[in-house]
């Protein structure tokens, strides 16, 4: 296949080849597992559920569970109301969740079944919960869908408790992003010694310790009743636009909560502005933890901006990954030269360009594209560095250039997750990959004459 | 005595799971839907037809709905090619809101048209999913026009996601083989060699197929699916025989152009030593010629011997151990406890996602008294069986791995994931291998110790 691809670039309107994004239920799913002791539902066929738990399993490598309608040719002719029903009873008498979060999928989307009416004729066992996102398959990405269930969990479960001013707390919805990552940012929140309500929460669920004893619901993951209090909160900082400021914008219409939407805090200037919001919103002063981390991080990046400052990069992936990389790229001193993502949505190539402008740089950027036309772009201008998910892999291979994997999903390589790329702390350890990287790549290129052990 | 299951399981499941009691004459359920709100296992109709002419190299398999199905199922396989290399990208019409409210068939044809301007294909596969089914798309209609003018071959492929299960996708795509063949059938031509159907050349196992068979004489005409092009396929009619591997996929087919062709089939399988002496033995029988009976004699004898010798250091070390089986076929798992057996390894729990009941009939007589038989079973069934019987090694596909290993249970991938080739006298010792490294990995010491011991 890598010799397949032409330099000369045609504008396609209809074949998509190689995608760079996927479906909304998948999004959808990995968001429901951030909230404790849930079981996310796929309303459809069977065959979506398995390919959305086979993705995530690879990509984390735990179990990931979560249930089917099971449709039918009867249920795609007669609608699904069935099918859910029973779905919703089997599901508390065999699995007995304390959450169920019901995706759609493209098919039970287009036969029109109406979930919140459903859900509203069944018995609830009680103290059990059960909410839907709309998540049609043909609209959006799998960040939409993602988006889409984080803003469900919001309208179904927020609530301004009467009488309560404010609980003190701050919300933080983190994004599409790794249990590591999560990690990474309570890090950042305690340490500034504030509380916090975060959601959704994959740490502790798809990160769990082994004990030898398979738990279906392990220890983390927000609770329902930090959910309900989120509506009672000083403030929400949505870190991302594309995944996180939806749900946001709902707790402002719906609880008076006012948004904060931030870039996802990869990179120095990203996390800084993370930092300095919390403080704006609180008053605390920042740690001397932090300010040594960054005094770390900014030190490292003068100790070896001479191996990557000037060298060319392709980045691509989901949008705010992308977006906070490219801003973090652009403060290394690379260059951005090719900037994409498989995710429609304008406010991407936006923001992309005005980060270039201000650095009075020109590149390919382009939203809904996918990696065929990535690989186009790399082969009429050559890149240094890849960096993006484990689909990038024949593009670094075609064309020999190294790939830093970074995003979703990691297919081919372990341990990913339970490392940050957010924070000060993610930001040093995204150098130390892109050093080495390159360096690798300088050491294999050398001739013999000329290696040496000190770079 | 034997200890009944005393897991929670809904009484709709109950037929689904037995207890082995050779005395009792009782047949498992099987073969029929999933229960809603179940988490099954199982995949789709598109699922089974896309994993089944995946491995034809040089086809261009164009996904009709939107992305997701055409991303989970990017090069899904790892079926290895000696060729074309065409089959490992993926395309679709990536589908948006207005296709599903008008229709997706202009898409279809553009995107068709995109495929044929940029790369010259002589076969395209165009899969119908879930949504097509329920906007009604006419593939067929699209497809037979994209023919005429282009001059090639576009060949819908039915598998809209709901409509029956993983079988019906199988179905699917043989219907789009038989098409194939069809077109190029030849009744007056001497008939010769034979067809491996049900093979996908993961990591490389038709190439040891095709290898025993160069070696012993034997001429392969076409290649189902395992490092195929379409030239190949399109000579399948003028085989003798029709050797079938993966039953549950190519069963049909072999049938089907047995009525069509009148080329008679066979069942084999290449899953351990004696599964694969058998089936040497029964296509020489067949094809029945002394002196090619006499090569696979000495051939069978030369490779076991060597075979057994390095066996028995892994049989020492694997022996006394329980096993878990739970597999996409039936057929497969029949290889596995007999392969089980030859290794001194007792299966105590075994299912599939697709058994049929003369498959569960034949697993429950190769396995002893007291084992867990289901089918459709959904991880905590698995969970609680494996735990139950004490099982040390679940065999399964990539959704269970990191269930086994989250309970300290090793594992063995004998799915689309596995990085060795399983079959033939070089797959017994990959396999006992790969149950060696897993078993005896130092890795369980420290999970039965911790912090306070």
């Known amino acids: ?455 | 005595m034997i200890r009944s299951s005393s897991i929670k399981a809904l009484e709709e499941r109950k037929g689904f799971i037995i207890t082995n009691e050779k005395t009792v004459e009782k047949d498992i359920k099987c073969n029929e839907d999933s229960l809603a709100g179940v988490v099954s296992q199982r995949a789709c109709v598109y699922s089974g037809a896309r994993v089944v002419l995946n491995p034809i190299t040089d086809a261009y398999h164009l996904v009709h709905g939107p992305i997701g199905c055409a991303s989970y199922t990017w090069d899904i396989r790892g079926s290895l090619s000696s060729g074309a290399e065409v089959y490992r990208n993926s395309f679709s019409t990536d589908l948006g809101e207005k296709d599903i409210i008008f229709g997706g068939e202009c898409k279809l044809s553009l995107a068709i048209k995109e495929l044929v301007e940029r790369y010259q294909p002589e076969l395209i596969f165009v899969y119908s999913t879930c949504v097509v089914g329920v906007i009604g798309d006419d593939l067929s209609a699209v497809c037979k026009s994209a023919e005429r003018e282009y001059g090639i071959r576009v060949v819908p492929v039915q598998s809209t996601g709901f409509a029956g299960n993983k079988i019906s996708g199988y179905r699917a795509a043989c219907d789009a083989l038989m098409d194939l063949i069809k077109e190029n059938n030849n009744p007056a031509e001497e008939k010769e060699g034979i067809n491996i159907l049900g093979d996908y050349n993961l990591a490389a196992e038709m190439w040891i197929l095709q290898g025993y068979f160069q070696q012993l004489g034997i001429k392969v005409v076409a290649k189902f699916t395992g490092d195929s092009s379409y030239q190949e396929i399109k000579k399948a009619a003028k085989a003798k025989l029709n050797i079938v591997q993966c039953a549950g996929s190519m069963g049909y087919l072999g049938k089907e152009m047995e009525k069509e062709f009148g080329i008679p089939f066979i069942k084999v399988s290449f899953f351990g030593i004696k599964d694969t002496i058998d089936s040497l033995r029964k296509i020489a029988d067949f094809l029945g010629d002394r002196q090619l009976k006499d090569r696979v004699e000495k051939f069978v004898r030369k490779k076991s011997v060597k075979v057994k010798q390095e066996l028995e250091f892994y049989r020492q070390r694997l022996k006394g151990s329980r096993a878990a089986i739970y597999v996409g076929g039936g057929f497969k798992a029949i290889s596995l406890i007999k392969q089980f057996n030859d290794l001194g390894i007792e299966t105590v729990m075994v299912g599939t996602q697709t058994g049929k009941k003369e498959e569960y009939r034949e697993m429950k007589e190769l396995s002893k008294e007291g084992t867990v038989i289901l089918d459709d079973a959904n991880p905590s069934e698995l969970e609680n069986f494996m735990k139950e019987r004490g099982a040390d090694i679940l065999v399964g596909g990539v959704k269970d791995r990191a269930l086994a290993y989250k309970m300290g249970i090793a594992f063995c991938d004998h799915n689309h994931e596995r990085k060795h080739p399983l079959s033939g006298f070089e797959g017994v010792i990959n396999f006992a291998k790969e149950l060696d490294m897993t078993i005896n990995s130092p890795v369980w010491q420290l999970l039965r110790s911790d912090l306070n011991d």
Request: charged share 20%; hydrophobic share 40%; with cysteine.
């Open chain 1, 1 to 455: 296949m890598l010799d397949l691809v032409p330099a000369e670039i045609k504008e396609r309107e209809s074949l998509v080849v190689n995608p760079a994004k996927t479906c909304q239920p998948i999004g959808a799913m990995y968001a429901a597992l951030g909230i404790h002791a849930c079981l996310p539902h796929s309303h459809g066929s069977q065959g979506c559920c398995s390919y959305h738990r086979m993705h995530l399993t690879k990509h984390f490598r735990e179990p990931v569970v979560a249930s089917t309608s099971a449709f039918t040719e009867g249920s795609s002719v007669f609608g699904g109301r069935a099918n859910l029903t029973t779905a919703l009873k089997n599901i508390f008498a065999v699995y007995d969740p304390d959450v169920v979060a019901i995706n759609t999928t493209c098919l039970s989307e287009t036969i029109g079944d109406d979930i919140p009416s459903i859900i509203g004729e069944v018995d609830i066992p009680e103290g059990k919960e059960v909410f839907s996102a709309s998540t049609p398959s043909y609209v959006g990405s799998h960040i939409t869908g993602f988006s889409n269930m984080v803003e469900a969990m919001v309208k179904h479960f927020s609530r301004k408790g009467e009488g309560i001013k404010t609980n003190g707390k701050v919300n933080i919805i983190p994004g599409f992003v790794n249990p590591g990552d999560i990690r990474e940012v309570k890090h950042i929140v305690e340490a500034l010694g504030i509380e916090y309500i975060l959601f959704p929460d994959q740490s502790g669920v798809l990160d769990s310790p082994m004990t030898g004893e398979y738990q279906m619901y392990p220890a983390g993951g927000t609770t329902v009743g930090d959910l309900r209090d989120s509506g009672n909160s000083r403030a929400t900082l949505a870190l991302g636009s594309f995944a996180s400021a939806e749900a946001a914008f709902q707790l402002e219409r719906q609880c008076k909560i006012k948004p904060y939407i931030l870039k996802m805090p990869l990179g120095v200037k990203a996390t800084d502005d993370f930092i300095m919001q919390l403080i704006k919103l609180t008053g605390h002063e920042v740690p001397f933890t932090l300010e040594e981390e960054r005094g770390q991080l900014v030190d490292i990046m003068a100790d070896t901006h001479n191996h990557f400052h000037g060298k060319k990069v392709a980045i691509y992936g989901d949008p705010d990954l992308v977006i906070a990389m490219t801003e973090f790229a652009l403060s290394l001193g690379m260059l951005p030269v090719h900037v994409l993502t498989g995710t429609p949505g304008k406010a991407f190539k936006q923001e992309i360009e005005s980060m270039l402008d201000e650095a009075g740089l020109e590149a390919n950027v382009k939203e809904a594209g996918d990696m065929f036309k990535l690989h186009q772009w790399i082969k009429n201008e050559p890149v240094d560095l890849l960096i993006g998910n484990s689909y990038g892999k024949l593009i670094a291979k075609a064309e020999d250039i190294p790939l830093l994997r970074l995003g979703f999903p990691i297919l081919d390589r372990s341990v990913h997750s339970y490392f940050s790329v957010l924070g000060y702390r993610g930001a040093m350890r995204i150098i130390e990959k892109i050093s080495n990287a390159l360096l690798d790549r300088r050491d294999r290129d050398t001739s013999e004459e000329l290696i040496e052990f000190v770079l």
